[in-house]
């Protein structure tokens, strides 16, 4: 097979593997559209290349785009097939550079060698150099490959529909021992606007920059880990307690938690513990909250107007607990048809729906009757997974979604209340789906939660390592001496080049060349040097013709770099034989 041949069998094995990788990016980032056209052009160009210098620029085409690739898709299955890629475009590399026909196993086997070499390098990099915002900041718009159903309207018919999927949302672990409690509330989105048939989210929110890691000086603190799918909005899940640990979290004034990442990709970031109560526990009402269209839902303003006549808050929610527990509530994801009267219909008629439905009504009757109150829609509950390797999760899913209500109480702030809870009368199934506790999926479903606990660990190390994450372990190796930290950054890169240069000499890359140099200078103390367009074997026999003493000496080692130079040697075989090269040298040095 002639180099060109070899070069275009793995020019043409590494084109499907970028089209793959080109099919999960989000089109409505800048960057997805300059990667695409950089594959295609890849691929007209290997199809009319029929030069050594064509090939070397289709492979160096491939290398970028595998780069592109990496930048907008840092997952670690995205992340291992740019891997294999990568291999596959600087095997097909130094195809063109072998002067000897090296087949297609050993051209794969050096291409992960120098890849091996170059990585001390790159950690070192990745560690200290400043990190730069991420690349899909440049994201042009909104639409999209977004996966999580939440959105800022609160449609219960909608949710319904989320429920029953099981798409991935989240999942959760903690960086010390411990899990969070069971039936756990991670709230999203805050739904403030009432029409009296939907709840919207505020469009205007004045938001808050969070808390830095550690500013209060307890940087080991619990930490929740957490990587979100594709959603829509940049609000995420979170207890609605902890405090952000990273300069791209901020929290709005109603108590969502906004990541400043583009949302149309996988993302993650770290909450640090914290007692105290936030911010927006304290935020007074605003007339939103008691905003109510009036004379929509008679019969539950007449209600609510009843209970306005108690003297607290207090009383008045104890008074909706007790009429929702005295009536026929039933819990189903499949209410039969449509709620087309209202909550009125909803109420006092059908009396069956599914925690949109509760957490809408409660709301409603709150304001009707003078208490502050919203919706917030996040999820609830999760499974909780334990691989083999590695700390445990919590998995939450689609089917997790769930809705509840907020209400004000004076002098106490915003509490949760969960109406659906009061529900005594649910269908199995539903509960199993809302709850997430659904029956075991068999060998698959394990799998597939080590495969996602892998994932999570990537996550938290590659995505997780922010400027924030950065910063606190210079803090702890510096201190205060950042004067130093550009020393510090060039002797580390000069120790991480020595440690490659050791790697490849260890493979044997470039150890050929200097061997051979060594060797040429020891046949010149013996008087003889080569002739243009002569092989080494060949000089190694005129000097044994003038040497007869050294005969058997010369004649080995000629033998020794004939079989480094053309022979299909194994690593271990490469490296044996180079050994007796060396030895054979000295040898021969020695007796000069």
Known sequence: MTRSRRFRRLAWGTMPMLAVQCLGLDWSMALSWPTVALVLISAVKLLESRRAADHRLVALLQLLAVGLLAAQMPGLLPSALQLLTALMALAGLLAQEFDRLRPVRALLLRSLQLVAAALPLALALFVLLPRMGPLGALDGGQAGLATTGLAPDLDPQAIAQLVRGSAP?????????????????????????????????SSSLEHNVSARFGSDGTPDRLFQWWTVERSRSQAVPWDGRSRPASEDLQQSPTGELLLLKPQLQQRSYRLQQDDGRQAWQWRPPTPQDLSLPRGQQ??????????????????????????FRQQPFRYSLQPGQQVTAGLDG???????????????????????????????????????????????????RQSDAHAWSEIWLKGQGWHRVDPTRWITNIDRTSQLASTGVMPAGGVLAWLRWQWWGLDLAWTQWWLGFDRASQTALLQQLFGEQQAWLGSFVLLIAILAVALGVWLLRWFGIGVSCTSLQRSLKLLQQLGLEPLPGESFAHLCHRAAVQHPEQAVLLQSIADQQQRLTYASLTAGEHRRVRREWRRLRQLLARSL
């Open 298 to 323: 008679p019969r539950l303003e007449a209600m609510a107007d009843e209970w306005r006549q108690l003297p607290t808050d207090i009383a008045r929610v104890a008074a909706a607990e007790a009429w």
């Open 346 to 396: 909803f109420l006092f008629d059908q009396q069956v729906g599914f925690c949109g439905h509760y957490a809408s009504a409660f709301s409603a009757l709150m304001r009707a009757s003078g208490v502050p109150a919203r919706v917030v829609s996040g999820y609830h509950g999760g499974r909780l997974v334990q691989p083999l390797s590695g700390p445990g999760y919590l998995d939450l």
């Open 169 to 201: 949302a989240a999942r959760l672990s903690y960086g010390a021992e411990g899990m969070p409690p069971e039936h756990s509330y991670w709230r999203v989105l805050v739904h403030q606007q009432f029409d009296g048939r939907r709840w919207r989210r």
